[in-house]
C-alpha cells in the first residue's frame, strides 16, 4: 500500500524544460447552462478518506498507476506509445480533456461505435484495442478491476445516468469547421507549436526510453479505428488542450487545420479492417466518415495496407458484436 501511495505522489517521468514564451491567457470553453460540471477528487482526497477500505484504495491507485504508465504493458496489452493519461489528461480528472469518470456513471448504454450496448469495462477494452493499437486485460482480470475502480473513484459523488455534462468528450468546435480544415496552413500551424514537442516527424519524444510526449501518427501511435482519427475529435482536443500549458491560445480554424494535418498521415491497421480500406470506410461509416481513412491523399489510399504496427496481430478477440436476440 505505502509503495503504491508513493507511486502515485511521484511523477514518473520528469518533462524537458520548454522555453518560456509571453503570458498566455488559458481560453476553454464556458459551461452552458443547465449542464452538469463534477470536480473528480484527488489522490490527496483518495489517501484522506477514512472511510474507504485500504484494500479499496490500494485497487484504486494499481488502476491510476495503469492509466498513468500504461507503458508498462508494452507488449502485452499495449503495442505503441501511447499511455491513457495521452489523451485523457489530468490523470483522467480534467474537463475538457474527456475525463473519463463519465463512463462510470453513463454505462452501461448503447455506443454507435460498435452498435451494441457497452458495459465500463468494454469502454476501456476500446481504448486498448483502439488508442493503445493493443488488446484490452481481460474482463473481471485483476488490472482491468483496477482500471474501472479508478474510473468509478473520480465518479465518487457524481450523478448517475446525467448525460447534459460540461467538459465531457471531445465534440466541443462540433462535426464540421465554418471553413473547410487545410492540410497546408495544418503543416504551418504544427511547425509552429507542435513539432517543439512531438517532432517535426511527428514521432514524438522519449526520455531515458519512457514516453513524454507520444508521437501522432506513424507504428507509435493510435491506430486508424481509434477515435482521434476522427478530424472534429481531434481539433476539438486540441483546441482545449494544446500546446501544452497553452489550452485554448490556438484559434478553432488553427485547431481544424492542424487536426486535418496530424490526421492526413499513416498509421497501424483500423484492427476491423477487411482487406480493403474502402470497403471498410463504407462499412462503419458511421465512424469513419469523420475519417480520412480510405480516402485519397497524394496519390494514395490511407489505411490500404497490413501494417499493424509492434503488434502481431489485427484484431483482439473482445472486438465482437453482441446480441440479445
Request: hydrophobic share 35%; aromatic share 10%; net charge neutral.
Amino acid at each position: 500500500m505505502k509503495t503504491l501511495i508513493s507511486m502515485a505522489l511521484l511523477g514518473a517521468v520528469s518533462l524537458p524544460v520548454l522555453a518560456e514564451g509571453p503570458s498566455v491567457p488559458v481560453n476553454l470553453p464556458e459551461y452552458k447552462e443547465g449542464q452538469y460540471v463534477h470536480q473528480a477528487p484527488t489522490v490527496d482526497d483518495l489517501i484522506n478518506d477514512e472511510s474507504i477500505k485500504p484494500q479499496l484504495k490500494e485497487v484504486i491507485l494499481k488502476g491510476r498507476d495503469l492509466f498513468m504508465n500504461t507503458q508498462q504493458k508494452r507488449g502485452e496489452y499495449v503495442f505503441n506509445d501511447m499511455n491513457c493519461k495521452s489523451c485523457h489528461m489530468g490523470e483522467g480528472r480534467m474537463n475538457w480533456s474527456a475525463p473519463v469518470w463519465p463512463a462510470a456513471t453513463t454505462l452501461p448504454d448503447f455506443r454507435g461505435k460498435n452498435q451494441h450496448v457497452n458495459s465500463l469495462e468494454e469502454r476501456i477494452a476500446g481504448c486498448f484495442s483502439f488508442s493503445m493499437n493493443g488488446k484490452p486485460p481481460a474482463y473481471g482480470s485483476d488490472d482491468m478491476l483496477a482500471l474501472a475502480a479508478y474510473h468509478q473513484w473520480l465518479a465518487k459523488g457524481a450523478r448517475v445516468y446525467e448525460k447534459n455534462i460540461g467538459g465531457r468528450g471531445f465534440s466541443h468546435l462540433g462535426r464540421e469547421p465554418e471553413q473547410p480544415a487545410d492540410y497546408e496552413r495544418g503543416a504551418q500551424v504544427y511547425a509552429d507549436n507542435c513539432a517543439v514537442c512531438h517532432g517535426a516527424d511527428g514521432q514524438g519524444q522519449k526520455v531515458d526510453g519512457k514516453v513524454v510526449f507520444p508521437p501522432l501518427w506513424g507504428d507509435g501511435s493510435y491506430n486508424w479505428g481509434a477515435g482521434m482519427t476522427r478530424i472534429f475529435t481531434a481539433a476539438s482536443f486540441i483546441k482545449n488542450n494544446m500546446p501544452l500549458g497553452k489550452p485554448g491560445s490556438l484559434s478553432d480554424q488553427q485547431a481544424w487545420d492542424v487536426a486535418m494535418f496530424v490526421n492526413s498521415h499513416e498509421r497501424p491497421q483500423d484492427p476491423r479492417y477487411t482487406g480493403d480500406a474502402r470497403e471498410t470506410r463504407e462499412k462503419y461509416n458511421n465512424f469513419h466518415k469523420w475519417t480520412r481513412y480510405g480516402t485519397e491523399f497524394n496519390g494514395q489510399i490511407l489505411g490500404q495496407h497490413d501494417n499493424t504496427g509492434e503488434k502481431p496481430f489485427l484484431k483482439p478477440d473482445v472486438l465482437r458484436p453482441r446480441t440479445f436476440e
